[in-house]
């Protein structure tokens, strides 16, 4: 196939992006670095919340268009890996979320009796909860379903995806540092344990400190098929993608306190993922190219690359010209 799009990169983002192109009838190819285990993506809790993003007056809408389509989604949970579950984000007032949340969520003031131990505030939400490997695999058989391919290969320059197809789409994450010349891309490092779940059923969410007060840490547990993934950390500037064991031990400390049962949980894997933050927000923009062709950047989700990722993939996919 000749393709007349490429949508670089491979995650959540791509994928979406790549799947609303092949929908209106490009052919897509994805070209990716990683496998879908090892994307940053399938490193997420993943909750629908947004975190880290900016610009906020462009992320109601984008979350609000996903979190609609989640919901749809969360009907074939098992096919999707999308699931409407219940918990509590802790030290947290309801009159402090944003307006568009309390209306895209089921969300209410938390009963003393469902706050952890120590926390005297919190929002009870029923939001959509994500299996990412479940959801990114099942977005890539609906891109394949409509003719697009995921090909693996390490792009070092956009302009082997432009001489390739005359729309390109760069969704690299991360990795749009280089690749667009984009010094505003950090990352923030976020590493988490997988534990076998000992009965856990509702998420918990509590927003902690680091060593020095600064936010390092949201203690955080989501329970997904077959595991409970607990963490986590917010760790700026950090490039480290090795899970670092002192780390992970004091990850599982925390979640402890909360439930003691953890403790005793056998572990069944460590993941680090690089969250791409953008001090000027999320760009999506397009660019023309020389013979005609067009170059579209979708990048720069922070830690909220699920929770915004449909409404990004269709504001992204708006800037092309209909065929």
Known sequence: MN??????????????????????????????????????????????WPYRIEPKELVAAWSTATWERMVRWAEQPDRTGVRLVSGIMAGTRLEKVDAWTR???????????????????????????????????????????????????????????????????????LGARELAGDDGLVAVRGQVVWVENPGIREWLVLPDGGPDGGPEQ?????????????????????????????????????????????????????????????AAGVRIESEPLAGGGLLVHNYGHGGAGLTVGWGCARAAVALVPRR
Do not use: K
């Not at 491979?10 to 490009?26: D, I």
């Not at 979640?255 to 680090?272: E, K, N």
């Open 3 to 48: 393709p007349d799009a490429v949508v670089v990169g491979g995650g959540v983002s791509g994928l979406m992006t790549a799947v609303l192109l092949a929908e209106r009838g490009h052919r897509v190819r994805v070209w990716t670095r990683d496998d879908i285990a090892g994307t940053t993506s399938s490193v997420a809790g993943a909750l629908w």
């Open 103 to 173: 209306r895209a969520g089921e969300l209410r003031t938390a009963r003393p009796d469902e706050l952890p131990s120590g926390h005297l505030e919190g929002v009870w939400a029923r939001l959509p909860l994500v299996d990412m490997p479940v959801h990114l695999a099942w977005l890539r058989r609906r891109l394949e379903s409509s003719g697009g391919t995921v090909e693996f290969r390490r792009v070092r320059h956009l302009d082997e995806a432009t001489a390739a197809a005359p729309l390109v789409v760069n969704c690299a994450g």
């Open 218 to 278: 949201l203690t955080y547990l989501f329970p997904q098929p077959g595991r409970l993934v607990l963490g986590g950390t917010a760790q700026d500037g950090d490039e480290n993608g090795e899970p670092d064991p002192a780390t992970a031990r004091e990850i599982v400390a925390r979640c402890a306190r909360h439930h003691p049962a953890i403790a005793d949980a056998r572990v069944l894997g460590h993941r680090v993922g690089l969250r791409p933050a953008r």
